[in-house]
């Protein structure tokens, strides 16, 4: 590897602030915040969506049942589809 062309790799605590979650991470983010996390100083960022939160992963999905250009055709002249 080349000398001093990467970024400086560390734990990093991401908070979901959604969820109310923290999870450590390794990371090149770059913060000046930091928080005390189980006994320890951590570089600190804040985030919006993260597994914890986020729909498709805690089962809460929507499902959008919109039909396609080809179904509303079918639909509105009485077809049905291709069978």
């Known amino acids: ?3 001093d062309i990467h970024p400086e790799y560390r734990d990093v ?3 979901d602030t959604t969820s109310d979650s923290y999870f ?5 983010l ?7 996390y189980q006994g320890a100083t951590y ?3 804040t985030i919006d969506v993260s597994s914890k939160s986020h729909p498709f992963y805690t089962g809460k999905q929507r499902v959008s049942q ?3 250009r080809v179904a509303k055709f079918n639909k ?3 077809r049905g589809g291709a069978k």
């Not at 450590?24 to 090149?28: A, C, R």
């Not at 770059?30 to 005390?36: F, S």
């Open 43 to 45: 570089p600190y960022m």
């Open 24 to 28: 450590v991470i390794g990371s090149t």
């Open 30 to 36: 770059k913060t000046d915040r930091t928080i005390d």
């Open 66 to 68: 919109n039909d396609g």
């Open 1 to 3: 590897m080349k000398p």
């Open 76 to 78: 509105r002249y009485k």
């Open 13 to 15: 605590v991401f908070h």
